[in-house]
């Protein structure tokens, strides 16, 4: 009986690895690696000189959007680390499972609008390797077919608990928010923030 019961529980235990295993692949499989494809769609990605920032790309500010949880919005590129993002409209678990997602709360905005741009993901799967990012480096949010260019301006570590980070902002900005440290094992006490203003506003380019 006692080697039954171990066995099971072993039988368990190794369903249970195997399952968040394979979850942890499956995430990280939203990821693009195309390093060459995306640096050319950017051909500013590399210029670090702080650039001008564009104060407006709207009248509008916290317009009422239609998309529903769990959507398909747009994509995220960052040329630096060779990696492209799917985007996803909300923040709750399952949409972090398929890959970036767009806070949508009454202090955040989209790229079209006003206003502050969150995006957040899994520090373990799609925002491995965030921490390699410097002030000057470039993120481009793709959002109704128009490339939006943030130049990042600031990157801090802080408390989860920490509610001055997701606020309203008068001007287009972008921040990106994962859980740290990037290596723990568990869930992560603080929170690794990556601050961009808005430097241009194109038509998207195909990769």
Known sequence: MRKKLGFLI????TSVV????????DQGQSVTH???EIKQAHPSWNEQQPLKTVQSVSSETHAVNEHATG???GSLDIPKLGKGYPV???SDEDTLTKGVGMYDSQWTVTPNQNGHVVLSGHRDTVFRNLDT???GDHLYVTYNNISYDYQIRETWIT???DRSVIVSKMKPTLTLTTCY???YIGSAPDRYIIQADLVAADPASEI
Do not use: K, S
């Open 71 to 73: 959507e398909a919005v």
């Open 159 to 161: 408390d989860q608990h």
């Open 181 to 183: 440290p990037f290596n």
């Open 18 to 25: 195997a399952w968040n295993g394979y979850t942890w692949w």
């Open 88 to 90: 996803f409209w909300g």
């Open 133 to 135: 990012l410097e002030p």
């Open 34 to 36: 195309q390093a060459q």
């Open 10 to 13: 072993f039988l368990i235990g």
